[in-house]
């Protein structure tokens, strides 16, 4: 048999226990419909039937079986007709829906036996088409076929007459795979009791090294009475030992019996206990593996549903448009396929419908007229790698930043700011699109973002690499199973948590100085690229503690990535690595900020398991780790303390360079509202501001500044591109100390004017 008959007779036989299950829930709906009378319940009725009545004709057409694709579509139409209130679904209506149905099931049986239909397809859509057709007949509950010329309006349903030929890859005889369908619920509950047992196997592994250490101990007791043995036997030999000293002697020598009775039954127990444990260890996995296995589909059952929709998208556009499909075989959990069909279904639409180019421009550029869009999966360690790729045009890095900003994304000098691998991954972004247009293809500004959520949500991670003119490549990292993981337990105050292994990029142990600030932001080099390094205590915002530290002290930091971001979190300790069952929450916090469930420990602690992506996001607005050294403590107290304020992040930052250069110590904000906020809660020396800002502009900044009394004696320095003399005056009247232009800004000038001040 070959791999094409196995897939083929695999998807058979899935459609046919697929639309086993669709026809049951048709003739069920109809029946209740004939029933009801209340218009909410009806409507609520017809959504279900006619949502089923499209899934079965989307899974017909999936393994191209045009018959039923035909009649499913007809009664789509009707149940879609029937919700809008054209007509009323009368008796004889439901009698052709109930035979539409049974002729469905007739035409599978036909197809799986590669016989005749045994009934005129054509003549049947016909009577389907009359439905719609004549409304005015069909509202009196009428169906005049026989004064209707169907011609015209069956004339794009009908079927042409052919010979009937099995499909390729389904030999006529071919036995489809006999399967039984078991309710997710049934197996996520049987998942549920190995997952207990999985928590149980832990909390034995922590009793047995329990049991471990008490062997130790009594090991060690018994070093401890051999080194004084020989003083008790002596004494016990002695004749002139008083009668109390007698009474200890007897004491000890019964210690002594007692002492090896518990070693030798200790050890007995730790020895038998370690075995039970490895049984138990074996046979818990073996059946986590088993009931894993149930739910392990091949990727196969989704993959190839897609190659008819690139397709139908590569003629809309008129393109051609060659899809492969690899590594069909690799299995994944069925809840893992389920949430990444709708995340792959929009990559491969961006791919098709952006990287693609028509066969005239692509030839233009020396491709070949058939663009390659290919999507593999394979296992790489403990994870599924699914890759989705493209020969096409690639992505234009500068018009990703032009129109994130036009869009309003982000302003223009943070487009600018950005590495070109940041800028790339602003696709993600919700609301963005290139598409000058909307189509039921793209420009709708939905479909990355929801990809990167769904994959989060997954515990996987999503990267883009992209060469203009090239290609585009997605990769997917996926977890084997939502149930089961390995973690890294960290302290945090006097808190541990549980961090996903397949987040962390590496552990380091750095000191003090090997942290500097870069962009006003608090960092650490890792080769050549800066990484932010944050508290981790201060991103789940625990009970603040500022951290301080000698020169030589080791500060422990954990290195996580996500997509395009790389962090470091400082931590107290590193506990260990293991394996932890994970847990929701519960529906009560269903989505809880930088937690993504829990596990119990073998000791029965619970602890949280953090969610990477949301660390990373919130440690973004995070500037400095607050960790400061003992001995810099006096000269922190004497150093001029000023406040940049600057709605340009360059122009901030230049201005922080130029005056720590110095010896200056210099926070800073983005207007000046962010400014007086700051001022509540530092003491600052002198103020250097721009005056052009969007939220409270320099001037505003200034005249509160010096019309409250806190901070009236607080020098302001404008730093403003405006050099007109009424644009002097109004600093002056404001308040202002020192009106610097822009245009003739020179460092020494800035440095001189500050000294000056303070």
């Not at 035909?70 to 919700?83: D, G, M, P, R, V």
């Not at 929701?584 to 596990?599: F, P």
């Not at 400014?675 to 200034?702: C, P, R, W, Y």
């Not at 050099?723 to 020179?746: H, M, P, T, W």
Request: charged share 30%.
């Amino acid at each position: 048999m070959t791999i094409d008959d196995d897939i083929t007779r695999q998807l058979i036989g899935t459609f046919k226990v697929e639309l086993e299950e669709h026809l049951q829930a048709i003739n069920k709906a109809l029946l209740l419909l004939e029933k009801e009378q209340n218009s909410d319940e009806r409507q609520s009725i017809l959504e279900a039937v006619f949502r089923d009545a499209h899934s079965l004709k989307g899974a017909a057409r999936a393994v191209g079986i045009d018959n039923i694709e035909k009649i499913a579509h007809q009664l789509e139409n009707i149940f879609a007709a029937s919700k809008r209130e054209e007509f009323k679904l009368s008796a004889d209506i439901f009698d052709l829906i109930y035979e539409g149905v049974d002729k469905i099931a007739q035409s599978m049986s036909a197809y799986l036996n590669a016989e005749d239909l045994g009934f005129d397809l054509n003549g049947f859509l016909r009577k389907l088409a009359a439905v719609l057709k004549d409304n005015k007949s069909a509202k009196t509950g009428n169906i005049k076929r026989a004064e209707i010329n169907f011609e015209e309006e069956v004339e794009r349903i009908v079927v042409k007459p052919k010979k009937v030929v099995p499909k390729v890859g389904f030999n006529r005889g071919m036995k489809v795979e006999e399967t039984i369908r078991v309710k997710t619920k049934k197996l996520d509950n049987l998942m549920s009791h190995v997952e207990e047992m999985l928590v149980a196997r832990i909390r034995t592994e922590q009793r047995l090294a329990d049991l471990g250490e008490i062997y130790d101990f009594i090991s060690h007791w018994s070093k401890n009475w051999l080194k004084i043995k020989g003083y008790y036997e002596k004494l016990s030999r002695s004749t002139t030992a008083e009668k109390e000293l007698a009474g200890i002697i007897k004491f000890l020598g019964i210690n002594d019996r007692y002492l090896k009775h518990m070693t030798s039954e200790v050890s007995k127990l730790l020895q038998e206990s370690t075995k039970d444990n490895m049984r138990l260890s074996l046979t818990t996995e073996d059946l986590q593996q088993d009931i894993l296995n149930v739910r392990m589909l091949p990727v196969s059952t989704i993959f190839n549903s897609y190659e008819r929709m690139v397709r139908d998208i590569a003629r809309q556009q008129h393109k051609e448009v060659k899809f492969e499909l690899k590594g069909l075989g690799i299995e994944l959990d069925k809840r893992i396929l389920e949430g990444i069909k709708d995340p792959l279904m929009h990559l491969i639409r961006n791919c098709v419908g952006h990287g693609i180019a028509v066969p005239k421009e692509r030839m233009g550029k020396g491709k070949p007229r058939v663009g390659s869009v290919s999507l593999n999966a394979f296992q790489r360690g403990g994870s599924i790698m699914i890759e989705v790729e493209d020969d096409g045009c690639g992505i234009d890095v500068d018009m990703i930043r032009e129109v994130a900003v036009e869009k309003g994304l982000i302003d223009a000098q943070e487009a600018q700011n950005l590495s070109e691998r940041e800028a790339l991954f602003l696709i993600f972004k919700s609301g963005f699109s290139t598409s000058p247009i909307i189509t039921n293809v793209s420009g709708r500004g939905v479909g990355l973002d929801v990809v990167r959520q769904n994959v989060e949500k997954l515990n996987g991670m999503i990267n883009i690499i992209s060469v203009k003119d090239k290609g585009t490549k997605f990769s997917i990292s996926l977890p084997l199973t939502l149930t089961t993981s390995r973690a890294l337990l960290a302290n945090v105050g006097q808190e541990t948590f549980a961090i996903p292994t397949s987040s962390i990029e590496r552990i380091l142990r750095i000191q003090h100085q090997e942290i500097s600030s870069i962009a006003g932001k608090d960092a650490i080099k890792i080769g050549d690229e800066p990484i932010s390094i944050v508290r981790l205590d201060q991103i789940l915002e625990l009970p603040a503690e500022q951290k301080q530290l000698l020169a030589h002290d080791k500060i422990t930091v954990i290195v996580l990535g996500s997509a395009e971001k790389r962090i470091a979190f400082v931590v107290d300790g590193v506990v260990g690595e293991m394996e932890i069952v994970v847990k929701s929450l519960g529906k009560q916090l269903v989505r809880v900020r930088n937690v993504s469930g829990a596990t119990i420990l073998g000791t029965g602690k619970v602890v949280m398991i953090l969610n990477t992506a949301d660390l990373i996001r919130s440690a973004q607005k995070i500037e400095n780790c607050g960790l400061s050294l003992v001995e810099a403590q006096k000269e922190k107290q004497t150093t001029r303390q000023i406040l940049v304020v600057d709605d340009s992040i360059t122009t901030r930052t230049l201005e922080k360079n130029i005056l720590e250069s110095v010896g200056f110590s210099v926070k800073l904000a983005k207007d000046g509202i962010e400014a007086l906020e700051k001022l509540q809660k530092h003491k600052f020396d002198l103020i250097v501001s721009d005056v052009d800002m969007s939220e409270m502009n320099g001037l505003e900044l200034t005249s509160k500044v010096k019309s409250n009394n806190r901070f009236a004696d607080i020098p302001v320095v404008l730093v403003t591109a405006l050099e007109s003399d009424v644009d002097r005056e109004r600093g002056i009247e404001v308040g202002a100390d020192a009106y610097l232009v822009k245009s003739s800004f020179d460092q020494n000038n800035l440095i001189e004017t500050v000294s000056q001040l303070i």
